[in-house]
């Protein structure tokens, strides 16, 4: 890994070590404003700027210009206020449908960012997801558009039917605060080859305060388990899906025995054990030893995991995407539906304009 993602992801570190703080000083050493020029952007590509600012603030600050820091700091600050007006939309949304009867569990942005980094302005997202029944899309569609939200995809009532069918989520934004709202009635698309036992995340609820609110979200568990789908789906593009872990395990309680006996027979096994796999070689997240046992008897995860490091300097090609995401799937049943959903069958967008 080249010098400057490793600098990216010791700056995610929770404790900088006196090893991690010297590499960081001798690289800032040389050129810093160049360097801080061309890390700055890859930070905000991988979700991770407010860790790198603060980390850069703590260890590193007299290394830095002044300009420099102002700078980065008023990115910082925008990161800040956004999330913030973020978590306020997201409150006063979570408020309206318990008022209209309607179950719904928030996730990802503020929630994760809350649970896993225990402060709202450390993690950075830019979109609400919040989960709710099949059956309640409709009125909850209503209800954000009483409030100003359009659609981000103009659909006619056929194509809508065919999307909601298929897909997963539908986009919202608000035009006067920018708030993009995603609308989940699953975790995963009708036709992807492997699915999540949904009710699951249903029957185990727990809350979480924030700005003394209480949101009803995933357990532990199923966060984390969840979390590995969603990464290893997209080949873990942005660091920040890879700390989003390490921080969950460092600050929740993690019923290990209920994760393995969910996961061990399931068809997202290498999904899980993938997510695992990178957070452990990246950050040392502890974690039981039978865990770690178990990734070393998964083929296929090593390369996987090179993979990723690789593609973060050099961006593959579709192919070797393609390739990359079959090794993740139990079987050629599996491999087979993947490639008939990216290859051979229409997508959702030219499939709404028949």
Same mark, same amino acid.
């Given at each position: 890994?080249?010098?400057?993602?490793?600098?990216l992801?010791?700056?995610?570190?929770?404790t900088?070590?006196?090893?991690d703080?010297?590499?960081?000083?001798?690289?800032?050493?040389t050129?810093?404003?160049?360097?801080?020029?061309s890390?700055?952007?890859?930070?905000?590509a991988?979700?991770?700027f407010?860790?790198?600012?603060?980390?850069?603030?703590t260890?590193?600050?007299?290394?830095?210009?002044?300009?420099?820091?102002n700078?980065?700091?008023?990115?910082?600050?925008?990161?800040?206020?956004?999330?913030?007006?973020?978590?306020?939309?997201?409150?006063?949304?979570?408020?309206?449908?318990?008022?209209?009867?309607?179950?719904?569990?928030?996730?990802?942005?503020?929630v994760?960012?809350?649970?896993?980094?225990?402060?709202?302005?450390?993690?950075?997202y830019?979109?609400?997801?919040?989960?709710?029944?099949?059956?309640?899309?409709?009125?909850?569609?209503s209800?954000?558009?009483?409030?100003?939200?359009?659609?981000?995809?103009?659909?006619?009532?056929?194509?809508?039917?065919?999307?909601?069918?298929?897909?997963?989520?539908?986009?919202?934004?608000?035009?006067?605060?920018?708030?993009?709202?995603?609308?989940?009635?699953?975790?995963?698309?009708?036709?992807?080859?492997?699915?999540?036992?949904?009710?699951e995340?249903?029957?185990? @609820? &727990?809350?979480?305060? $924030?700005?003394?609110? %209480? *949101?009803?979200?995933? +357990? =532990?568990?199923?966060?984390?388990?969840?979390l590995?789908?969603?990464?290893?789906?997209?080949?873990?593009?942005?660091?920040?899906w890879?700390?989003?872990?390490?921080?969950? @395990? &460092?600050?929740?309680? $993690?019923?290990?025995? %209920? *994760?393995?006996?969910? +996961? =061990?027979?399931?068809?997202?096994?290498?999904?899980?054990?993938?997510?695992?796999?990178?957070?452990?070689?990246?950050?040392?997240?502890?974690?039981?030893k039978?865990?770690?046992?178990?990734?070393?008897? $998964?083929?296929?995860?090593?390369?996987?995991?090179?993979?990723?490091?690789q593609?973060?300097?050099?961006p593959?090609?579709?192919?070797?995407k393609?390739?990359?995401?079959?090794?993740?799937?139990?079987?050629?049943?599996?491999?087979?539906?993947?490639?008939?959903?990216?290859?051979?069958?229409?997508?959702?967008?030219?499939?709404i304009?028949?």
């Open positions: 890994m080249n010098p400057h993602l490793q600098l992801i010791t700056c995610c570190k929770t900088l070590s006196e090893q703080i010297h590499f960081l000083r001798y690289q800032l050493q050129d810093n404003s160049k360097l801080i020029t890390l700055s952007p890859l930070a905000h991988h979700g991770i407010p860790l790198f600012y603060q980390s850069l603030k260890y590193a600050s007299d290394l830095i210009p002044e300009e420099s820091m700078i980065l700091k008023r990115q910082y600050m925008t990161i800040v206020q956004r999330n913030m007006l973020m978590t306020a939309e997201l409150i006063r949304i979570m408020k309206l449908l318990q008022e209209n009867g309607i179950e719904a569990l928030a996730f990802k942005g503020p994760l960012a809350k649970i896993a980094y225990g402060d709202i302005t450390l993690r950075q830019v979109d609400l997801d919040v989960l709710v029944k099949k059956a309640d899309i409709y009125k909850l569609d209800l954000l558009k009483n409030r100003g939200y359009q659609r981000v995809l103009k659909l006619t009532h056929s194509q809508e039917k065919v999307w909601i069918n298929f897909a997963h989520d539908i986009g919202l934004y608000h035009p006067d605060n920018g708030v993009h709202f995603e609308m989940h009635w699953s975790l995963l698309d009708e036709d992807y080859p492997i699915q999540i036992e949904q009710a995340f249903w029957k185990n @609820i &727990r809350t979480v305060t $924030i700005n003394q609110q %209480k *949101i009803k979200t995933f +357990t =532990n568990e199923e966060l984390l388990i969840y590995c789908i969603h990464g290893s789906k997209h080949l873990w593009e942005r660091i920040e890879i700390k989003d872990i390490d921080l969950l @395990i &460092r600050s929740c309680e $993690i019923d290990w025995e %209920k *994760i393995i006996a969910r +996961t =061990n027979n399931s068809d997202f096994k290498t999904m899980f054990y993938f997510g695992l796999l990178l957070t452990s070689q990246l950050f040392k997240t502890p974690m039981p039978n865990l770690t046992e178990q990734m070393v008897r $998964i083929t296929n995860l090593n390369k996987l995991s090179e993979f990723v490091l593609s973060w300097e050099t593959k090609k579709i192919f070797k393609t390739v990359a995401i079959l090794r993740l799937f139990p079987g050629i049943k599996e491999q087979t539906l993947y490639l008939h959903k990216v290859i051979l069958k229409p997508t959702f967008l030219s499939l304009h028949i």
